[in-house]
Structure formats: structure tokens, C-alpha cells
């Protein structure tokens, strides 16, 4: 096994980098995994991990769990403890680290009878993160973010989604209103709203369609509400302030699947 | 307008206390609120404001925003940056810091028709905070938590919950099982767990009844799920790891209450 003991190492660099640069890990096509739980869920999603560093401390305690990891990937790195806290996010870290290829977009749009969600500009990457987890536990077909959610691959993100990351189809796209003025030619779309709309117990979601739902402060925008084939609302107490993003975003989803 | 320059001022160590310790809390019977938003929702949401302390710049860039909070209490603090970052939980405080009376628990228990839902042993602030957020905005007759949930009363959960901890009745209890056993002589209770259960889809939530949320990583306990009258399920792709914690709560009191 290869060994990394300074915090000055190349690699070590190089995957602190990815850690904090959205724009990094777009041109290099690489993330990063960051803790047992995680970098174990991603190998076993099938995510294509290029290379493992691991802590003396992390390879004796968690010997067999790290196994399919271990399987997976040849480039394995024993990292000292200093090198391993310069390449995490996190404050504590475990003793693991993977260094994983991006996806591309990998969604079906042309299948009847399948359900998205599209997040438009959701900018917290626990909410985003939790979208993804949601949409992966109830089966939704896959997620659509504008290019200016917050990056799918951000540290935060992959700590919220789990293993969901590596197992919801998804896909970025520039332009929320072009999509779906697109999407509405085979399926139906739904703009998630607060007030003005049809209840979302009245609504039917059958056949091939599309929830869109709207940033944290400020919903969605009119130019994409507006693309929308119909408006949408989750009926609320009148003295409540509002649902969490993720949490609507989870009603709705839930309304479309079951 | 009485002035704080020191952060070894009385009360900023009062409150910086106050902030980290739950058992100061629950004996001073006294939390904190921080941040414009959060502070202003709380005297909106009729919270029994004790005192104020805002800094000049806040002051000057929010006075009517700040007004309904200057209006409801007369011991305010003007309190230098040093003395407001000394106070408060967040890195980058907004400058409005409020010390509020807890509330006793206040819970209607006895009417008809009325909906709950029962958080065990959840330890994740943000989650408890959302739950509470959730059961406000769909409107639950209150939230019931047993007390080896994290504190309602820390920062996180606050800013989690946003004007709800206010606003939704609760209460907190020593023991579930106990509790659900004198509950189902008048109403019935559902345990979410996620196998073996009937599906949520094809429950009848009429009538009395409280639904029983566990502990992120290990669902509830034996005791609490087997004091309850049925056991239910979100149903959820095989392949999936779980629902978050509030995104299954808000899925279920969302079906309790549409």
C-alpha cells in the first residue's frame, strides 16, 4: 500500500482542492467522499472510485467494512492523520477518503409514466442533498436542478443525500422554462407554489410529469411558474410561516409516487 | 437605552450560558433567541420577551423591522459587537439577541378529533426543529417529545423551527410507552417503523390519534412500538437506505392531517 504522510502531498492537495471549488471539481470531473458510512455507500451504488486514502487508525478499526472498498479500488493510500485532516471537510474525520469520477447526466426523459422533481435554484446543500435521499427512498425517476442549485457535489451534499447521489438519476440543466415549455409536449408539469393554486390532494399525477419546486426564500420564479401546465399548492395553516424547502419538496414527491 | 460594552458583562456570560447548557436552561427556565428574523417572529408569536440587546448597527439598518420587539419589551440593551459576538451561537451574529421566558408545556390532550405526533430520542436539532416547523405549518394539534430528545430550547433547534416553537403546542414526557398506553383509552396510536407495518397509504388516521416518530439511526424502541395500537410504514424502494428523520415525519403528518 502506498503512503502519504505529509499534508503538503500532491494528492493531498489536489483533493483539498475539489473539497472547496465547485468550478475545480466540474473541470475535473472528480469529488470527493468523505467518511466510512459514505465512501462504503458509494462503492456499493456502483460509483467509479479512482483512488482511497485511509488512516493506520480507520484500516484496524473498520477492517471489514472497508473490504468492498478495498475490492473495488487498486490506488489505496495509508494517509497519516495530519495529511487525512488536510484533505476533509469535516472536523472530525473518520480515516476515510475516496476520490470518485462525476457522473453526467444519466436521466430517461422518454419513458411514460415517470415522475421528476426539478429544484430551481436551491441554494442549501442539506436541503438539495435531502431532495436527492427522498426522491432515491420513494422511486421517483430521477431530479432536475438549474445549474444554479447549489453544486450536487458539494461536500454538504454528499453527507445529506447518503448513497442517493450515486443511485437517482438526475440531470443539470441552464434553462428552467425552455425544459419544461419541452417537458410539456409528452407529460404534464407542476409549478409548486404558496398561494393561487390548485390544492395538491386534487391533483392527479398521471402518466409521464414533473413537480417543479422553487428556492428557499423565494420560490420559484415567474418565468418558470409560468412555463408550468399547472400551479400547485400544500395547504397550510394560515399563521404558519411556510415549510421547509426539503420538506415540501418530500409532501410533493410523496403525493406524486403513491 | 441601558448600554453593554463589556463581553464580561453579567449578563452577556448569562446568556452565552444560557446558550450552551440545557440544564441552565431548563433551571433559569430561560432560553435565547438569535438573529432579526428569528427574534421578531418570536414577540410576533407571542413569546414572553425578558430582554433585548441589539447592537448600534443593527439598530440603525432595521428599526422598523425591530420595532414590534422594542414595543413588546422595555429592557433593552444597547451592546457593543464584542459584547454580541460573546453572546451569540452563530459565527456571524445579525446583531439582535433576545432572552425569552421557556414555556410549560401546553398541550390539549382531550379533545376530540385532535392530531399528534410523538418524537422519541431524535438527536439532530435540525431535524426536531423541522418537525416542529412542519407540525406548525400543516397545523397538528402539537408535538409531543420525550426527554431524551435534544433540547427544544437550544439554538439550533430555534433557528430550525423558525416562529413555530411558539406557536405549537407541546409537551415534553419521561416516558413513551407509559404515555401511549393512557393515550390509546381515548385515541389510537400508529408506530412508524419500517418493515412489518401496515402501509401509511391504507390507514385511517380518524378520530384521536398520535402517530410515534424514533431516533435517526435506530427507529423506536421496542417498548415505545409495542405500546402502540398499529404499526405503520412509508413504503420505499428496496434499493433505498431511509427516509431522513423529518421528511418521514412530515410525510406522516401530512397524511394525518389532508
Same mark, same amino acid.
Given at each position: 500500500?502506498?503512503?502519504?504522510?505529509?499534508?503538503?502531498?500532491?494528492?493531498?492537495?489536489?483533493?483539498?482542492?475539489?473539497?472547496?471549488?465547485?468550478?475545480?471539481?466540474?473541470?475535473?470531473?472528480?469529488?470527493?467522499?468523505?467518511?466510512?458510512?459514505?465512501?462504503?455507500?458509494?462503492?456499493?451504488?456502483?460509483?467509479?472510485?479512482?483512488?482511497?486514502?485511509?488512516?493506520?487508525?480507520?484500516?484496524?478499526?473498520?477492517?471489514?467494512?472497508?473490504?468492498?472498498?478495498?475490492?473495488?479500488?487498486?490506488?489505496?493510500?495509508?494517509?497519516?492523520?495530519?495529511?487525512?485532516?488536510?484533505?476533509?471537510?469535516?472536523?472530525?474525520?473518520?480515516?476515510?477518503?475516496?476520490?470518485?469520477?462525476?457522473?453526467?447526466?444519466?436521466?430517461?426523459?422518454?419513458?411514460?409514466?415517470?415522475?421528476?422533481?426539478?429544484?430551481?435554484?436551491?441554494?442549501?446543500?442539506? %436541503?438539495? /442533498?435531502?431532495? #436527492?435521499?427522498? $426522491?432515491? @427512498?420513494?422511486?421517483? &425517476?430521477?431530479? +432536475?436542478?438549474?445549474?444554479?442549485?447549489?453544486?450536487?457535489?458539494?461536500?454538504?451534499?454528499?453527507?445529506?443525500?447518503?448513497?442517493?447521489?450515486?443511485?437517482?438519476?438526475?440531470?443539470?440543466?441552464?434553462?428552467?422554462?425552455?425544459?419544461?415549455?419541452?417537458?410539456?409536449?409528452?407529460?404534464?408539469?407542476?409549478?409548486?407554489?404558496?398561494?393561487?393554486?390548485?390544492?395538491?390532494?386534487?391533483?392527479?399525477?398521471?402518466?409521464?410529469?414533473?413537480?417543479?419546486?422553487? %428556492?428557499? /426564500?423565494?420560490? #420559484?420564479?415567474? $418565468?418558470? @411558474?409560468?412555463?408550468? &401546465?399547472?400551479? +400547485?399548492?400544500?395547504?397550510?395553516?394560515?399563521?404558519?410561516?411556510?415549510?421547509?424547502?426539503?420538506?415540501?419538496?418530500?409532501?410533493?414527491?410523496?403525493?406524486?409516487?403513491?
Amino acid at each position: 500500500m502506498k503512503e502519504i504522510s505529509s499534508k503538503d502531498n500532491k494528492l493531498i492537495k489536489y483533493i483539498s482542492k475539489l473539497q472547496t471549488s465547485a468550478r475545480f471539481r466540474r473541470e475535473e470531473k472528480r469529488f470527493v467522499a468523505e467518511g466510512l458510512r459514505v465512501c462504503v455507500e458509494a462503492v456499493l451504488s456502483g460509483a467509479d472510485i479512482v483512488s482511497v486514502l485511509v488512516t493506520e487508525n480507520a484500516l484496524n478499526k473498520h477492517s471489514e467494512a472497508l473490504r468492498p472498498l478495498l475490492v473495488a479500488c487498486s490506488d489505496v493510500y495509508l494517509t497519516s492523520d495530519k495529511a487525512m485532516s488536510a484533505a476533509c471537510d469535516t472536523q472530525t474525520p473518520q480515516g476515510v477518503v475516496c476520490l470518485i469520477k462525476t457522473l453526467d447526466n444519466n436521466i430517461d426523459l422518454d419513458t411514460i409514466n415517470n415522475k421528476y422533481i426539478l429544484a430551481e435554484n436551491v441554494q442549501d446543500p442539506s %436541503n438539495l /442533498g435531502t431532495i #436527492l435521499r427522498t $426522491a432515491d @427512498a420513494l422511486g421517483l &425517476s430521477g431530479v +432536475i436542478m438549474t445549474k444554479d442549485c447549489c453544486d450536487i457535489y458539494s461536500p454538504k451534499v454528499c453527507r445529506g443525500a447518503m448513497g442517493a447521489l450515486y443511485r437517482v438519476p438526475f440531470m443539470i440543466i441552464d434553462n428552467a422554462p425552455d425544459f419544461i415549455r419541452d417537458f410539456n409536449k409528452t407529460g404534464s408539469s407542476f409549478a409548486a407554489v404558496v398561494r393561487d393554486a390548485q390544492p395538491v390532494t386534487s391533483c392527479s399525477f398521471e402518466g409521464k410529469c414533473l413537480v417543479a419546486v422553487g %428556492n428557499e /426564500g423565494n420560490g #420559484l420564479t415567474d $418565468a418558470t @411558474a409560468n412555463a408550468c &401546465s399547472s400551479r +400547485i399548492t400544500i395547504p397550510m395553516n394560515s399563521n404558519a410561516e411556510s415549510l421547509n424547502a426539503a420538506i415540501a419538496a418530500g409532501i410533493l414527491m410523496w403525493e406524486m409516487i403513491k
